[in-house]
């Protein structure tokens, strides 16, 4: 588990896992641009997906639960889903923010949805602790810490760790229950 964690990338690449979108034509078969990160889904982070939505996890030793929930379609909007994938959508991020609770007891639980860099619409659900890097401010700020404090990974850390492998293993089936 340390091994494992160690060799995960220090923080401040949150922001830098973020998929950047480079230009590009749109495929003249579909809307999808050929450059687009998320219209290609990543097999081995992915924990649960259906026609409609995926669910990945962000493996950060920092934000220990970290998930997304991905459209499969690409659209930059969620007033871009259909009607029934918008309800599916907002039930989803619900039963995912209660099962981070329950598993993993976070002080606050952050739902946010940008895509400005790349527009193509995703959740981020991230649990969060008084005591993480960044709190209280957005993930994606400065580190609150020292860079040196920034890259070590504390026993709470690991902790949570722990606890964030039981969260993204009960998850899936939680998501398959929801139509
Ligand atoms: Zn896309």
Redesign the pocket.
Known sequence: MRSAVAQHPPVGTVLESEPSIMSGPPSAMDS??IS?P??TPDSVATLWSDDHFRLVKVVDPHLPGFVRLISQQ?VAEMSDLSATAQRQMFRLLVAIESAMRVNLSPDKVNVASLGNQ?P?LHWHIIPRWKDDLYFPDSIWSAPKRSPAASSAVTVVEVERLARAETFWKSVPEICAAIR
Request: with cysteine.
């Open positions: 999808r641009p687009c998320l219209c690409h790349v193509h």
